[in-house]
């Protein structure tokens, strides 16, 4: 952030110009809750992810919901209330793997009428 300019900044913070700038002059406010908050969400954008693997709920039908999109296998539909971790396949599909021992795995095609 000191390399930036104080508009720049202000604009990745989500901060006024002025506050930015006073802020690099040593100003410090007796309630700094929303420069905390800003400067916490500004590091979670930037925060290296960890895992590619995300749970999701299987639904009716065995449809996994992920991304604005429904996701299924038939051999999920026995599975409804269970929950799946999941990964994106190299081809672009998803790949669910049971929590349960022995884990089993799923690839997950689009579902069109979900």
């Known amino acids: ?22 802020l690099r002059d040593g100003y410090w406010p007796r309630n700094p809750e929303k420069i905390v908050r800003a400067w916490r969400t500004y590091a979670g954008h930037l925060a290296e ?17 992920h991304a604005r999109a429904a996701w299924g296998s038939p051999a999920l539909a026995a599975r409804v209330g269970q929950v799946l971790v999941c ?22 095609a689009p579902v069109t009428n979900a």
């Not at 390399?3 to 900044?9: E, F, G, R």
């Not at 990964?87 to 997950?108: K, S």
Request: proline letters at 3%.
């Open 1 to 22: 952030m000191r390399t930036q300019s104080p508009t720049a900044a202000a604009q990745a913070l989500g901060l006024a110009r002025r506050t930015v700038a006073r």
């Open 87 to 108: 990964t994106r396949a190299a081809d672009g599909a998803l790949l669910a793997q049971t929590l349960a021992l022995p884990a089993e795995r799923f690839l997950l």
């Open 49 to 65: 992810q960890r895992s590619g693997w995300f749970l999701r709920r299987v639904y009716a039908g065995g449809v996994v919901r």
